[in-house]
């Protein structure tokens, strides 16, 4: 790659930010982690990642943020030319009904998961919407096999012809 | 589009070498055949050092041979003592070569097979017999990737078996070498199966369009004759050479192959048009009906049918056409403007014996595979092999078709790195080994097969031939 793929994190308490970042150490080698406590600064550093020509393959987004909330954000994110392709995840345990509707049918959410979590939990999330963000963009599966899901990377490259040169 | 300095070298030696020739005058080189130096110049060093994508380069052959060498282009509109210019259709036509065309039939027969799931329903049937010990699991995965990549490509054959064997691997012990064993076995079982049939794999096109070009064909079942053998005892080699370098720890091995034959009316279809096509290519003797007529059958009644979609089709893997009838097309100048008989004459070939040339064609092209394309390897020492024929410099006993098999399958030996072949590159990603692991393994069995190539080159195939 000659670009980085970022995980962003939008949480305003410090101890759980720091529990994911924890909890997602195995993947920061590849995937830089970058961190927001409120959904303005998340807006700003989705804009100062792309500026710099990178990426945002994974939102994980708290609900409940002091300002606009997680879910309004990540609809808000929609109408990004870039990063509306980005696998967005609510971490949460207080998004109401009405919220989490909103968030699977305007803000097209991939994953929701209640606070609190596992490590397998979260780990096996992340690695699924990183590899279903990289088969949709097209990048080359090789590059994340070693880290990522390689069986349905593998399946991935099974399905577009490939060349013997 | 970012260049880099990578790009700028491989764009400035492959220019100037298209443009230096122009300014030489060697003797005993025709003026077209100095234009042809130059432009196989630059398609060496485009084809080696990659400024821009091979099939691209194959591309830009065509054109300047079309441009610089056709009776049509800008300099050689007549005949003379020392060229006898085609006309731009024989350049522009390679796209149409009988080979091309059975490599499009067994794409798209390869493309449905995928769609429609036949290839992990042969693996899943293939596999059953070979039980659970880890022995003979990686003996049945080999002989699955070694038949499949006989008709699909090694590669998409390599990454279909990636998604077999990772879980595997994932229920392996970390410690165990049963996992390199298992990471190695497909690739290599690929690059080997690809060698069985004329579709296996594209060096095999670029032995058969040449050799076609000198009015030599090989049927599809006597390639097969003539390769089969080889490749089951290569396989059993790399097998034996596998099990015993990387010895499995656990003695039992389960494989999670659940699913059923996709039994729609479409499945159903693509089942019997793949059967009758390849009982009528491998029975190309008794009915006489090209290979290359044959491979229309998949083309026109998969398409009639919507077996295969207007979708399907724009995804074929065109540039492997583009790449083969690129070299196919520097083929028919390097003979037609003798510089391939130049290069050829600058050796004195009639110290050697057939044996050595053997000898030396393999190796060469083996050595040179492991870092180049092997189409790429293949198209290039193929021409020259040709033009050692035609010359008549060989000595006595020099047999094309054998040196020209040679040259094909000794290219689909290399396997040592994982830039050797997209195969060994797929096995790499998975992070289950290392290159020295591949290297070692790669080069002993691509040593111990080149011998036994040049065995069958010396006893076998004189034999069927």
Redesign the interface.
């Known amino acids: 790659m000659?670009h980085e793929i970022y995980i962003l994190i939008v949480e305003d308490e410090l101890e759980v930010m720091d529990a994911i970042v924890n909890d997602l150490s195995e993947f920061e080698d590849h995937f830089p982690i970058e961190t927001a406590n409120t959904a303005e600064e998340a807006q700003s550093v989705v804009d100062q990642i792309y500026h710099a020509n990178n990426e945002v393959g994974l939102i994980l987004c708290d609900h409940v943020l002091p300002g606009k909330n997680g879910v309004d954000f990540l609809i808000e994110l929609q109408s990004h030319d870039l990063a509306r392709n980005s696998k967005k995840v609510l971490v949460t345990g207080q998004a109401g009904l009405e919220d989490t509707i909103q968030a699977i049918n305007k803000a097209r959410l991939d994953h929701y998961i209640a606070k609190p979590w596992t490590k397998e939990q979260l780990d096996s999330v992340v690695k699924e919407q990183l590899t279903n963000y990289v088969i949709d963009r097209k990048y080359n599966?090789?590059?994340f096999?070693?880290?990522l899901d390689?069986?349905k990377l593998?399946?991935s490259?099974?399905?577009?012809?490939?060349?013997?040169? | 589009m970012?260049i880099n300095r990578k790009q700028i070298i491989g764009s400035t030696v492959g220019i100037l070498g298209l443009i230096i020739p122009f300014f030489l005058n060697i003797n005993g080189l025709s003026e077209a055949g100095h234009v042809t130096l130059g432009v196989f110049f630059l398609a060496a060093a485009f084809w080696m050092l990659e400024p821009v994508p091979?099939y691209a380069t194959s591309m830009l052959v065509i054109f300047l041979q079309v441009v610089l060498l056709s009776k049509e282009g800008l300099f050689f509109h007549s005949v003379t003592d020392s060229y006898t210019p085609d006309s731009y259709t024989a350049f522009i036509g390679t796209l149409a070569n009988p080979i091309i065309i059975l490599f499009l039939g067994g794409?798209i027969l390869?493309?449905a097979a995928?769609k429609y799931s036949l290839?992990r329903n042969i693996t899943r049937i293939l596999l059953k017999p070979f039980g659970t010990s880890p022995k003979f699991i990686v003996l049945g995965l080999m002989v699955v990737t070694a038949v499949l990549s006989g008709f699909m490509?090694?590669?998409?054959t390599t990454?279909?078996m990636?998604?077999v064997i990772?879980?595997i691997i994932a229920r392996v012990k970390n410690n165990d070498p049963l996992r390199i064993g298992l990471a190695l076995s497909i690739p290599f079982a690929a690059n080997i199966g690809?060698i069985a049939t004329p579709i296996g794999?594209?060096p095999n096109a670029v032995v058969l369009g040449a050799l076609n070009q000198q009015g030599i064909t090989i049927a599809f079942g006597e390639w097969m004759v003539l390769a089969v053998p080889l490749v089951v005892v290569a396989l059993l080699m790399a097998w034996f050479i596998l099990t015993q370098m990387f010895k499995a720890q656990t003695d039992h091995v389960e494989i999670d192959m659940s699913g059923r034959f996709n039994t729609s009316k479409n499945a159903i279809l693509l089942y019997v048009v793949f059967g009758i096509t390849v009982l009528l290519w491998i029975t190309e003797k008794a009915h006489g009906m090209k290979s290359a007529i044959i491979a229309l059958i998949p083309v026109v009644f998969l398409t009639m049918t919507k077996v295969i979609t207007k979708d399907d089709i724009r995804?074929?893997?065109w540039?492997?056409l583009w790449?083969v009838a690129g070299g196919l097309s520097l083929g028919i100048s390097m003979k037609s403007t003798g510089l391939a008989e130049w290069i050829i004459g600058s050796i004195s070939w009639s110290s050697f014996g057939p044996l050595l040339i053997i000898i030396m064609f393999g190796s060469v092209c083996l050595l040179i595979a492991n870092f180049l394309?092997?189409?790429?390897t293949a198209t290039l020492i193929v021409p020259l092999a040709v033009s050692l024929a035609t010359s008549g410099l060989a000595t006595e006993g020099f047999d094309l078709v054998i040196v020209s098999i040679v040259i094909g399958i000794s290219a689909s030996l290399a396997m040592m790195l994982p830039i050797s072949?997209?195969?060994n590159?797929?096995a790499m990603?998975?992070?289950t080994i290392e290159t020295s692991q591949m290297a070692k393994a790669g080069i002993t069995i691509g040593l111990l097969s080149l011998v036994l190539v040049i065995l069958n080159a010396v006893f076998y195939w004189p034999i069927i031939l």
């Open positions: 000659d599966p090789m590059e096999m070693a880290i390689s069986v593998a399946e490259m099974r399905a577009n012809p490939l060349t013997d040169n | 970012k091979i794409f390869a493309d995928v290839d490509s090694n590669t998409a990454a279909m990636m998604t990772l879980p690809g794999t594209p995804k074929l893997p540039e492997v790449l394309s092997h189409t790429v072949t997209p195969p590159a797929i990603s998975t992070g």
